[in-house]
């Protein structure tokens, strides 16, 4: 028995290697039952045309995705744009909602049918819902119309996420990850740029002052509201490339037409020496059961939960807040440009700064500090330009924790069904905090909003000690993992035997 807890063990140390931070080589691949060549030659050979597979998996999937998550987060994050436009006066409404509460079931019909047919139809969902909220009379009916955008939007994030887990190995997942993410305040920038941009960007004074408005300049056509027609023009669009992303979202990689057969092979090469892409695990309750019943899983979903409320406040109440600075609408629209585009700007360095030293933890504690700041500042100061920094400084510490956050569980969750309710559990639970900042700003508050700026601040910083706990948590668990404390799970099991992220043999992300 002895024996096979060392065969077990060796099987896996390819598993380990780049969590120590080692790279994966051609002794592992064999050790791990794999076929590999032999030589140094074959292992540069190996690592050139894994680049070169690298390059084609990306081309071939994130624009497509993150394209969908764009039009996901711009058709959820332009009420923004429409509040300071006339919405609320016009529907007599008090505050925004939103329903984040259907994601670990659209994450089990992801894993019972197919991404090809799901994601599409998601996005067309949403895509009909959200025009139909340019037409809404009252607020009864803008709060249906939210709760359905809620439902039909809610499965793509925590969807994708297991669907990049099926093709990357888990130390390149993060990087994908982050990359989709920030086409969140990508969509933040380009749907102020959308609702508000006048003639010329050449000339900023002009473009400024000048009070013309894109899509808002529609005011009065067909005789609707200029915010209507945000709503509408942009609905429209999602429905169009909904349509068109059936053609263009492709399934598994044991399906994928893009790949040739060698090239297949060796997604599931790598993919097996990394993770439990390749299993042929059926759906079932017990699966999702070991998710719930994680204390890790929990953390998880806390560490989301304490950024999704400055998240979501951020996004749907950024022009409001720069508006009640002293600025006008049309400024407030184009001054949400500059944060939005910084946090696009770092997501991607945090991202690949964490990807090259594989560490999580140090990087999302050091990003929410930065937010902190950023509310520190706008609590205590209400003059506009150092208050517009104090904006820039959150959103800058922000959209990089949350992409972090939300790969976490992807890269340390084992078991496909494990992971993908470990996911979605996240995002849901998650997504409560974002329930509550819905109902934080109001536009009397203004110019401090002390009772918004006061809740994101203490969520950042519980953030930072949520997440510091999880560190810890997961550490020592490795650290006893490393001594052997845990060997006694391996009696029994079988060579060709997984137990997911319970298995020994496995390593966490930290």
């Not at 408005?213 to 005789?223: R, W």
């Not at 560490?303 to 002293?326: E, N, R, V």
Request: aromatic share 12%; hydrophobic share 45%.
């Amino acid at each position: 028995m002895a024996a096979l807890e060392k065969q077990l063990v060796d099987s896996a140390h390819v598993d380990a290697n780049y969590l120590h931070g080692k790279s994966t080589t051609k002794k592992d691949y064999a050790s791990n039952g794999l076929s590999a060549c032999s030589g140094q030659d074959n292992d540069r050979v190996y690592a050139v045309r894994d680049r070169a597979l690298l390059r084609r998996l990306d081309l071939k999937l994130l624009p497509a995705l993150t394209l969908l998550y764009l039009l996901s987060f711009l058709d959820r994050s332009n009420v923004a744009n429409a509040r300071v436009e006339g919405l609320v006066d016009d529907l007599h409404m008090s505050t925004l909602q939103d329903f984040p509460f259907t994601k670990i079931p659209c994450n089990i019909v992801l894993k019972l049918t197919s991404p090809q047919l799901w994601l599409p139809t998601l996005t067309l969902a949403w895509g009909i819902v959200a025009t139909l909220l340019g037409v809404v009379q009252n607020m009864s009916g803008f709060f249906a119309a939210r709760f359905f955008l809620g439902v039909a939007e809610s499965g793509l994030f925590p969807g994708v996420v297991f669907y990049l887990s099926m093709w990357y190995r888990r130390e390149e997942q993060h990087y994908r990850v982050s990359l989709f993410f920030s086409a969140a305040s990508l969509a933040g920038a380009f749907g102020g740029v959308l609702a508000w941009v006048s003639v010329t960007p050449l000339f900023p004074s002009v473009f400024i002052d000048s009070g013309n408005k894109g899509i808002a300049h529609m005011n009065g056509v067909g005789d609707l509201r200029g915010w209507r027609w945000i709503f509408i023009l942009e609905g429209l669009l999602t429905i169009l490339i909904s349509v068109a992303a059936y053609f263009f979202i492709f399934n598994y990689p044991a399906t994928a037409s893009f790949l040739t057969d060698d090239e297949r092979a060796r997604v599931r090469t790598r993919l097996k020496a990394s993770n439990d892409a390749t299993n042929d695990e059926a759906f079932s309750w017990k699966n999702v059961s070991l998710a719930v019943k994680d204390p890790k899983v929990w953390l998880y979903c806390l560490g989301y939960h304490t950024m999704s409320l400055p998240l979501y406040t951020l996004s749907l109440f950024l022009p409001t807040i720069i508006k009640a600075l002293g600025y006008t609408s049309a400024q407030a629209q184009l001054l949400t440009v500059p944060p939005y585009s910084v946090a696009t700007v770092l997501t991607l360095i945090v991202a690949v700064a964490s990807e090259k030293t594989r560490i999580r933890a140090p990087f999302i504690m050091a990003t929410s500090s930065l937010a902190v700041v950023g509310y520190i500042v706008l609590l205590t100061n209400t003059r506009p330009r150092v208050a517009y920094g104090g904006t820039i400084l959150a959103a800058a510490g922000i959209y990089p924790s949350v992409a972090i956050v939300l790969s976490w569980p992807a890269n340390n969750v084992s078991g496909q069904t494990k992971r993908a309710t470990a996911n979605a559990m996240q995002i849901s639970i998650g997504n409560l905090g974002a329930v509550l900042g819905t109902q934080l700003y109001r536009s009397h508050d203004g110019p401090r909003f002390f009772r918004g700026h006061a809740f994101a601040l203490t969520y950042l910083v519980m953030n930072v000690v949520v997440v510091g706990i999880l560190w810890s948590v997961l550490r020592a668990e490795n650290a006893r993992r490393d001594r052997g404390e845990r060997n006694d799970g391996l009696h029994g099991v079988e060579e060709s035997e997984w137990l997911g992220d319970d298995d020994p043999r496995w390593r966490f992300q930290t």
